[in-house]
């Protein structure tokens, strides 16, 4: 089996000139045009294999195998990207994945499980404010009430904006049987940056962490920025700040390097120099690989928007936009990717980003494998792998692929 490199490089290269900013930069946001030409182009590169698309617009390019009434072996993941990235985050899981089986295929191997690569809808949560939205209508841990609940900023519901995109049908439908999977296994840049800096070319997953997004609705009162003396002031930034800071000292406090948390919105009403801001509209991602933990640093985090509430005389509200579970990847898959890796070193490791595989491990057993990424640098336009380890990857999976397909 011989991994075409100048064949993955090519197709890396031309997916990433679909995109809604010039290079380097990645801008290509579900369901826009250039969305849809990118679908496009990776359906264009699958001749030989059966291709199907479900209600949301997940996406299945099987090789069938000798026995295609077994559970299919799978792996993918997905091509969206928020604006103003890079390249390669979930793009070297799908060529990555149509090269495993092209190369499969061109040395003359033949599955008895079917393969199946499985391009996701929507990872990332730029158009609808919930990441994972194809991966999670296929486990069931998202009902099909999302379709008219969930909407984009100019206020189309996911319903409309699917349609419009030629993807029809009762989201209903989308859920995937139990056992449609023997084994899912996603390639994956790492997005961080220890393999590099041990000098490993190969992470294997064992967990995955989860997040807590929340969005936190802060109303003050506004004034004249010279008029209204300090004492009297009730600043919904500044409560806004409290809050932020209080939940960088639950993360850091929890006992764990696995325990994390950002602030990464802060909406400021009315924004303007001279105006005391009256209202602050926040989002906060939460996460960890331990439930437990995590959880705890949520409870610290209302009780600090109490305390700030009290004492700036503010209101608060919090919704909880999602608070999933963390995974454990499946041992046996994870075995035969350790395996997969012969003499390659690898480390097992727990992957702090979440994917679509923390999804389908609802569903199926499952496991990712990590390659590096250079500075650990991710979700920015310098995101960058090289072509040895894409192509080590590659290899690695592929060999993976054909274990799990050859199970009885």
């Not at 349609?163 to 209903?172: H, M, V, W």
């Not at 449609?180 to 000098?199: S, T």
């Not at 600090?304 to 608060?316: E, M, N, S, T």
């Amino acid at each position: 089996m011989q991994v075409n490199r100048n064949r993955i490089m090519d197709q890396l290269d031309r997916l990433a000139s679909f995109s809604d900013v010039p290079a380097p930069a990645v801008t290509r946001v579900v369901f826009s045009p250039v969305d849809l030409a990118a679908r496009a182009y990776i359906k264009g590169l699958c001749d030989g294999f059966t291709v199907r698309e479900d209600a949301v617009g997940n996406t299945f390019i099987r090789w069938v195998g000798a026995e295609p009434e077994l559970a299919a072996v799978g792996t993918g993941s997905h091509i969206d990207a928020i604006p103003h990235s890079g390249r390669y985050d979930g793009t070297v899981g799908v060529l990555g994945g149509l090269e495993a089986m092209q190369a499969l295929r061109e040395s003359g191997f033949h599955p008895r499980r079917s393969i199946e690569l499985l391009m996701f809808t929507s990872e990332e949560p730029t158009r609808f404010g919930i990441g994972c939205l194809g991966s999670r209508l296929l486990c069931g841990s998202l009902s099909a009430s999302a379709g008219d609940r969930l909407k984009d900023t100019t206020g189309a519901t996911l319903n409309e904006v699917r349609s419009a995109a030629g993807f029809t049908g009762s989201l209903e439908q989308v859920r995937l049987q139990p056992g449609y999977y023997h084994a899912f296994a996603e390639l994956h840049i790492e997005q961080g940056p220890l393999l590099e800096q041990r000098g490993v070319p190969l992470g294997v997953v064992t967990a995955i962490a989860a997040p807590a997004s929340l969005r936190i609705t802060i109303e003050g009162e506004g004034g004249h920025a010279g008029a209204v003396l300090m004492p009297g002031r009730r600043d919904a930034f500044l409560g806004a700040a409290e809050i932020a800071l209080a939940l960088e000292q639950a993360a850091k406090s929890s006992g764990s390097i696995d325990t994390v948390a950002t602030t990464g919105i802060c909406n400021i009403f009315p924004g303007a120099v001279n105006s005391i801001p009256s209202r602050v509209e926040m989002t906060v991602d939460a996460r960890d690989i331990d439930l437990t933990r995590r959880d705890v640093m949520l409870a610290a985090l209302s009780t600090a928007c109490d305390k700030v509430k009290a004492a700036r005389g503010l209101q608060i509200q919090i919704e909880v936009v999602n608070a999933d579970a963390p995974a454990h990847c499946d041992p046996l898959v994870v075995d035969v990717l350790a395996e997969s890796c012969g003499t390659w070193k690898f480390d097992r490791m727990v992957s702090r980003a979440y994917h679509d595989s923390l999804f389908l491990s609802r569903i199926a057993p499952t496991a990712l494998l990590f390659i590096p990424c250079r500075g650990g640098v991710s979700h920015r336009p310098d995101e960058n792998a090289s072509p040895e380890d894409i192509v080590r990857g590659i290899d690695v999976l592929a060999r993976a692929l054909a274990k799990l397909a050859e199970v009885a």
